[in-house]
């Protein structure tokens, strides 16, 4: 069975940081693609940015240079470092993950990012 469970969500104000983690359980995480998405109240859930097993990045427009996604494939474990959040990242943000040979999704359940003042 396999379970991505996210955690590090949390109120900041803007301008503050965060670092979402995920851990992997029950896949072969060496041969997924892991990402990131993040859903905001009344829109739809959009792709934050992605990693292949080969170690190559990408990111949606408005976080790059801000965000930074990383993977441990010894602890089956991805991270989204945030810096220099705004108001406007406000979501519930989701782990992906989905086999290389794939296109079924895997999803956690989500964790809060509220950036205010």
């Known amino acids: 069975q396999i379970q991505l469970v996210e955690s590090g969500g949390d109120l900041v104000q803007p301008g503050g940081s965060l670092r979402l983690s995920c851990a992997a359980s029950g896949i072969l995480f060496s041969s997924s693609i892991m990402a990131w998405y993040r859903q905001a109240p009344g829109k739809q859930r959009e792709l934050v940015a992605r990693i292949t097993h080969g170690l190559t990045t990408d990111y949606e427009n408005s976080v790059k240079g801000r965000f930074t996604i990383s993977r441990d494939n010894a602890k089956n474990t991805v991270h989204l470092q945030m810096n220099s959040l705004r108001p406007e990242d406000t979501a519930v943000y989701y782990c992906?993950?989905?086999?290389?040979?794939?296109?079924?999704?895997?999803w956690g359940r989500g964790t809060q990012v509220t950036v205010s003042s």
């Open positions: 992906n993950a989905r086999y290389v040979w794939s296109e079924y999704d895997y």
